[in-house]
DNA sequence: TCTGATAATTGGTAATACCAATTTAAGATG
DNA sequence: CATCTTAAATTGGTATTACCAATTATCAGA
């Protein structure tokens, strides 16, 4: 005979499914305690210990008189421990790179092969509204549509478990941003090369080429990877000239 | 002026400062709750809402009228959402290959370059002790022994990110275990094949040739997955055969 | 209409009581 | 003396109640 889970295992259990499902939406509020926990029928004391441990793997956020919330990322339980590296580590972001190499690669191929009408037709769109924020603002809303642009291709593999840690790559990315990253977005001789890469890697995909696509996504990493090094010396350069000024 | 933290964030984190110090041993057991309430002097829900945050990070074990543990695996943080979604889907551990498939991969390219004479005798000690488990007990052993080979690989990529992402990969399918994956141990017909490629994996990596790594690397993958793929139709006959009968 | 004060709501902490599961200790039996 | 069974003690789990602290909403006055 299977023991009985504990009540706050089942509420957590519960109130996780309902935000994997859509019920409760990032951002979202929840009931008041004691409200739920009437709802539910069951005490304050074991709604909270469910609601604690939700807190603490990152799915909810709690304001103390403000209310319980969905957490906007959900992958910071993955995320943390990595940005924490990332900041003892700036070089950790090629490591990171290292991987989407690899990932993307992979991710543009089962792309290619899966994708359905929905799947293209969101990649075109993403691919449109990451045109379209070129040059027009703040290269973070640039860095934020590329980000999505990628991620519209993770999706289209159909691959859950690789979905789930791209974006946690992302979120990851997102989070770190000081390294020269804008400067994809700024320089026009990086910026167009840049452009025509992500033109060539959503055009392998929408023609269902696997090995084009897996090519076309790598290619574009070792690019971003190569520039990234360049600005990174070209910076250095610019910090020892205004050692000479000074 | 800040704001004070909750008493259960505190009295949490007091005790992952303890575990991370040494000062609580893995397997080792907590005073008792009242007691350990008594003794910080504060009250039992709260010190009970900072286990309850612990225990959902996989550090703390709480066994009701058994006592409190801390956990002698500590990588759960990353595990716990996908293992939810193993759980829900067993299909996925087929998208957890195919990561693999990409990771793996790169993680042999970059240990044939990279690798260090320890690495190289890290891989070769790790490569014993798998065969030397292998028949001799529990399938299970040989699985941890086979991850453990894997990872001294990915080690010696040097790739820091890439090393803790695998490490999530691996306790999450040691976590799943159930789907026919000792199978690839005990059929004499899967594990020749599959220790060939360990050796051929390890000889490319210490010979430093990159690609050959990589390529050895991923056709282990593929083998893997096609074993698992033919394992689970067997099930699936067998299973077929069993309705027959009764 | 805006601002400040007050009331209401919400989360945080504590104390207490009792139930359920496990562990330990004591007693009986061979 | 060793082993088994039973009872008691210990430990975690749940619930109720009370009160404090922070935030939000509402109301009154300028």
């Not at 089942?10 to 409200?35: H, S, V």
């Not at 807190?55 to 906007?72: F, P």
């Not at 690789?162 to 026009?188: A, D, Q």
Request: hydrophobic share 40%; proline share 4%.
């Amino acid at each position: 005979m299977m023991k009985q889970k504990r009540i706050s295992d089942q509420i957590a259990e519960a109130l996780t499914a309902m935000i994997a499902q859509g019920e409760l939406k990032p951002g979202e509020r929840l009931p008041a305690e004691r409200a739920l926990a009437s709802r539910l029928e069951v005490s304050r004391p074991s709604l909270r210990e469910a609601i604690q441990k939700l807190n603490s793997k990152g799915l909810l956020d709690t304001r103390r008189g403000g209310g319980t919330y969905v957490r906007e990322g959900i992958e910071a339980s993955f995320v943390d421990p990595l940005l924490a590296l990332l900041k003892e580590l700036p070089e950790s972001r090629f490591d990171v790179l290292e991987i989407r190499h690899a990932l993307e690669g992979s991710a543009a191929y089962y792309a290619a092969l899966r994708s359905t009408d929905v799947d293209k037709e969101n990649i075109k769109r993403k691919f449109e509204t990451m045109i379209g924020k070129h040059g027009i603002g703040d290269p973070m809303d640039e860095s934020r549509a590329d980000a999505e642009f990628h991620l519209s291709i993770v999706e289209a593999s159909h691959n859950l478990v690789l979905l789930h840690v791209m974006r946690g790559l992302f979120t990851l990315l997102m989070s770190s941003i000081s390294h020269n990253l804008e400067k994809l977005y700024t320089l026009p001789r990086v910026f167009q090369p840049l452009s025509n890469q992500h033109r060539r890697l959503m055009e392998a995909v929408l023609e269902g080429d696997p090995e084009k696509a897996r090519r076309a996504a790598q290619a574009h990493l070792v690019f971003v990877e190569e520039s990234l090094h360049q600005i990174d010396r070209e910076a250095e350069n610019n910090r020892g000239q205004l050692r000479g000024i000074k």
